[in-house]
């Protein structure tokens, strides 16, 4: 079992920015890979990014590449979502996720961070 808490999210103005962060605990929590999700109102669930478990490779979503990161410091069961230049439609609950396999199911989830971006 591997138990996941976010953290960082809140209101900031577009263009700006925020770092989530994602603390892993429970057996083996930094042996799996680690992503982030989000779900604006209304819409369905879409991923965001995500990482191996090494940290040595990552991927994501389209609409994010060049403005967020994702990496994670294993010594410490931190995964973490660094989101720069933020804007309107970045607005959603951002969820952590831990799974055995990079980019396979996610197995494990945490209650999620809410992120509001204003105009």
């Known amino acids: 079992q591997v138990q996941l808490v976010e953290s960082g999210g809140g209101l900031v103005q577009a263009g700006g920015s925020l770092r989530l962060s994602c603390a892993a605990s429970?057996?083996?929590?930094?042996?799996?890979?680690m992503a982030w999700f989000r779900q604006a109102p209304g819409k369905e669930r879409e991923f965001v990014a995500a990482i191996t478990w090494t940290g040595g490779n990552t991927k994501y979503t389209d609409s994010v590449k060049g403005r967020f990161t994702i990496s994670r410091d294993n010594a410490k069961n931190m995964v973490y979502l660094q989101m720069n230049s933020l804007k309107p439609e970045d607005t959603a609950d951002y969820y952590c996720?831990?799974?055995?396999?990079?980019?396979?199911?996610?197995?494990?989830w945490g209650q999620g961070t809410q992120v509001t971006v204003s105009s």
């Open positions: 996720a831990a799974g055995r396999q990079f980019l396979g199911d996610y197995a494990y």
């Open positions: 429970g057996r083996a929590a930094s042996s799996y890979a």
